[in-house]
């Protein structure tokens, strides 16, 4: 019954409340049958026929039993697994898990001989943010701003929390160009669409909140994580030298 509580409102829902009814009938079915054999006086022997029905009850509730406390189990460590994976006030991915998920990316590019490209962003300003709007206004800048992000990409992107304001985007097999498109794409969103509270009654645009984002990319086998990383930010600090409110792309050359 409470494996059947936990579950969505729908058809497995009430799939598991008939079978749960079932298995009380048959319960209570195959105890009054043994209950009025024994009392009308037939041999033990007649009782085993009820008895095997009986065990096989009790077999079916106690398996149901095993799978409540099994998927508890779960549930109770994928909450955890969560709690060390997600950053709890703008709901991405942390550092911690970006650094393992980068390298597992970064090993797949070269295994496979794949572009991956990477966006490090933060908010221009973002401390005059909370100094004129206050601290709360600024975490729900935040918050939006993840949210933002997090529509704009495709399934197979990955987007974490760096530190502060500042945000990391994994762009899987793509492109230096396609990931510059969808760097400005961001940045052009954040700046037309990015508001304090729900963007309804309570919402209201912050005039002036912009985004400066750094690109760098990995194509061949002369790049390292690190190195990586390390590109995304200096295109970043560029972008921020160059007047922020903008994308620069990280240029060997230049550096």
């Given at each position: 019954?409470?494996?059947v509580?936990?579950?969505?409102?729908?058809?497995?829902?009430?799939?598991?409340?008939?079978?749960?009814?079932?298995?009380?009938?048959?319960?209570?079915?195959?105890?009054?049958?043994?209950?009025?054999i024994?009392?009308?006086?037939?041999l033990?022997?007649?009782?085993?026929?009820?008895?095997?029905?009986?065990?096989?009850?009790?077999?079916v509730?106690?398996?149901?039993?095993?799978?409540?406390?099994?998927?508890?189990?779960?549930?109770?460590?994928?909450v955890?697994?969560?709690?060390?994976?997600?950053?709890?006030?703008?709901?991405?991915?942390?550092?911690?898990?970006?650094?393992?998920?980068?390298?597992?990316?970064?090993?797949?590019?070269?295994?496979?001989?794949?572009?991956?490209?990477?966006?490090?962003?933060?908010?221009?300003?973002?401390?005059?943010?909370?100094?004129?709007?206050?601290?709360?206004?600024?975490?729900?800048?935040?918050?939006?701003?993840?949210?933002l992000?997090?529509?704009?990409?495709?399934?197979?992107?990955?987007?974490?929390?760096?530190?502060?304001?500042?945000?990391?985007?994994?762009?899987?097999?793509t492109?230096?160009?396609?990931?510059t498109?969808?760097?400005?794409?961001?940045?052009?969103?954040?700046?037309?669409?990015?508001?304090?509270?729900?963007?309804?009654?309570?919402?209201?645009?912050?005039?002036?909140i912009t985004?400066?984002?750094?690109?760098?990319?990995?194509?061949?086998?002369?790049?390292?994580?690190?190195?990586?990383?390390?590109?995304?930010?200096?295109?970043?600090?560029?972008?921020?030298?160059?007047g922020?409110?903008?994308?620069?792309?990280?240029?060997?050359?230049?550096?």
């Amino acid at each position: 019954v409470r494996l059947v509580r936990k579950l969505p409102d729908g058809t497995l829902k009430n799939l598991w409340e008939y079978l749960v009814y079932f298995i009380l009938l048959f319960i209570a079915g195959y105890v009054i049958y043994g209950v009025t054999i024994w009392n009308s006086g037939y041999l033990f022997v007649h009782l085993v026929v009820s008895g095997i029905f009986l065990c096989g009850a009790i077999f079916v509730y106690i398996v149901c039993l095993l799978t409540l406390n099994t998927i508890s189990d779960i549930q109770r460590i994928s909450v955890l697994e969560q709690e060390t994976i997600i950053d709890p006030l703008m709901g991405i991915f942390n550092r911690r898990y970006l650094e393992r998920r980068l390298d597992e990316e970064f090993s797949r590019s070269q295994r496979y001989h794949l572009s991956l490209s990477l966006l490090m962003l933060d908010i221009d300003h973002f401390k005059n943010v909370n100094d004129v709007y206050g601290h709360q206004a600024g975490d729900i800048v935040l918050k939006n701003l993840a949210r933002l992000i997090v529509k704009l990409l495709r399934e197979t992107d990955f987007v974490a929390r760096y530190g502060g304001d500042e945000v990391v985007v994994i762009l899987p097999n793509t492109t230096i160009s396609d990931a510059t498109v969808i760097a400005e794409r961001i940045r052009m969103q954040i700046f037309e669409h990015l508001t304090i509270g729900d963007g309804k009654a309570a919402g209201r645009t912050i005039t002036g909140i912009t985004v400066s984002i750094g690109v760098s990319c990995v194509s061949d086998k002369n790049y390292n994580v690190h190195e990586l990383t390390l590109a995304a930010d200096k295109a970043l600090y560029q972008a921020k030298e160059k007047g922020r409110n903008r994308i620069a792309v990280y240029d060997s050359q230049e550096n």
